[in-house]
């Protein structure tokens, strides 16, 4: 056959494909062919894959004019990469000048995953040689302007780069869609007033609030949800889900988000409850019951126009002092921070040397002022349990709000305590939100929180005093 006839005929059967993605993920990839890199998945997608497809199919098929949005909530290892990568070559394939984009949760998710998937299987098609794959943008090589997707990381800075999404046919994908923020979802939803839109998306359900969430509930009516159990799908690791379900059990919320596809109780990732801190609030310890322990000054140097610089001041089980400021300079933040030092007689210095904090910590050395540089991004002294070292400090935070401490009664504090969350890496250890995933949510930067949590750097016992904070020390 003619490479012009051969063209002409994958052309035509391709085509046939407008309303079935499943067909064209059968058709386009050498499933089971030996030799090949599928060779040992004759059976082609797995169940849960194959269902989504014939359902969009299905839909497109009952109303050509119809608009999907497709929600899918999933434990871990389920393949949802490989299906994102089949839903974005197939509407290529089937839809002139489709436009569209893909995002992800992270910058790092969406280009060395999500993205990079899409580059395997683009590899793997029949009729790969239509496409081009390049770090950002997949387009069509005759029409690289008007016919192509891009990958697009997100900030809630950046959302007009997400609107103004309108074509014939229009493709949204969002990935670990769970940490999106709302104003990226908002401004997504003009292009789906385009018939024939399709918006899917896929993730974790790590977050009981937030978008991704309501696609399950308050807007169930305008999404078709699914929830796929990772012991399901055909790729997952069987003995590692195991583990988790003896480790963690299978009703807690670590196994329901990992394994289950099943988003956590209420606040579940909300690491210290807003009860305990509305006691702490109201707790009022005598002096008899913290005077014996060593007084501990935390100090969180403001990085940014909107941060504060917060002096912290704690004697065990009690928060003597906050101090809040904005707009001073390194040499009067140590000033301030050396003051409460000598207000204390001998206190213990923790000070955020990220940064600006850096230029802090070097004055107060300068003057003889026992400080402790921090570096939260440090390895925790319980490496196994925790992300890091401001993993470990806010666990401290959270036993010590809960034992019966007394915070003061500030609003704004008790706020940013009850309102930092965490998840879990791929190796089970506990991670902090960061500060600019809580604004990205309409959370102010948790500095008055951060300010005391920098006093549970490191365990000091009573008459006892640190002049050094390195590795060594945990």
Request: net charge negative; glycine share 8%.
């Amino acid at each position: 056959m003619r490479q012009s006839d051969y063209e002409t005929a994958l052309t035509e059967k391709i085509g046939e494909f407008f309303h079935d993605p499943l067909g064209y993920v059968l058709f386009a990839f050498p499933w089971g062919e030996p030799g090949t890199e599928l060779a040992d998945f004759p059976d082609g997608p797995d169940v849960w894959q194959r269902e989504q497809l014939n359902e969009v199919g299905n839909r497109f098929q009952a109303d050509p004019m119809a608009t999907i949005q497709e929600a899918i909530s999933s434990g871990h290892g389920i393949g949802k990469s490989a299906e994102v990568s089949w839903i974005i070559l197939w509407a290529m394939s089937t839809r002139p000048h489709l436009a569209g984009w893909v995002t992800a949760n992270t910058q790092t998710q969406l280009k060395s995953k999500t993205w990079r998937e899409l580059s395997i299987w683009h590899k793997r098609a029949i009729n790969q040689h239509w496409f081009r794959w390049a770090a950002t943008r997949f387009f069509h090589v005759d029409h690289p302007e008007t016919w192509g997707m891009d990958a697009i990381p997100w900030t809630e800075h950046n959302s007009e780069a997400f609107a103004g999404l309108h074509a014939k046919y229009v493709l949204i994908i969002m990935d670990e869609a769970s940490a999106i923020a709302d104003i990226i979802w908002e401004v997504s939803e003009g292009a789906m007033t385009t018939p024939r839109a399709m918006w899917f998306c896929f993730g974790n359900p790590t977050r009981n609030t937030g978008r991704f969430r309501e696609c399950f509930g308050k807007y169930k009516h305008r999404w078709t949800g699914r929830k796929i159990d990772s012991r399901t799908a055909r790729m997952t690791n069987k003995k590692k889900i195991a583990e988790w379900q003896v480790d963690h059990g299978e009703d807690s919320d670590f196994f329901k988000v990992r394994v289950r596809g099943e988003f956590p109780a209420a606040g579940s990732n909300q690491l210290i409850s807003s009860g305990a801190v509305g006691l702490a609030r109201k707790t009022e310890l005598i002096e008899d019951e913290y005077i014996f322990q060593p007084v501990l000054i935390g100090v969180d140097v403001a990085r940014f126009g909107d941060d504060e610089t917060v002096i912290s001041v704690r004697q065990g089980r009690k928060q003597i002092k906050q101090l809040v400021f904005r707009e001073l300079d390194n040499i009067q933040v140590a000033m301030r921070a050396a003051e409460e030092y000598r207000n204390y007689g001998e206190a213990t210095l923790f000070v955020d040397e990220v940064g600006l904090g850096a230029g802090v910590v070097d004055y107060l050395k300068n003057m003889r002022y026992p400080v402790v540089g921090v570096n939260a991004g440090r390895q925790a002294s319980e490496k196994d349990k925790f992300y890091n070292l401001r993993a470990e400090m806010w666990f401290r935070l959270k036993e010590w709000v809960e034992s019966g401490a007394d915070i003061v009664d500030d609003p704004d504090l008790a706020e940013q305590l009850a309102g930092v969350e965490y998840d879990y890496t791929p190796k089970e250890q506990v991670r902090m939100e960061k500060k600019e995933d809580m604004k990205s949510r309409g959370m102010s930067s948790p500095d008055r929180a951060d300010a005391l949590a920098l006093t549970f750097a490191q365990i000091v016992a009573p008459n006892a005093q640190l002049s050094s904070f390195e590795p060594d020390d945990y």
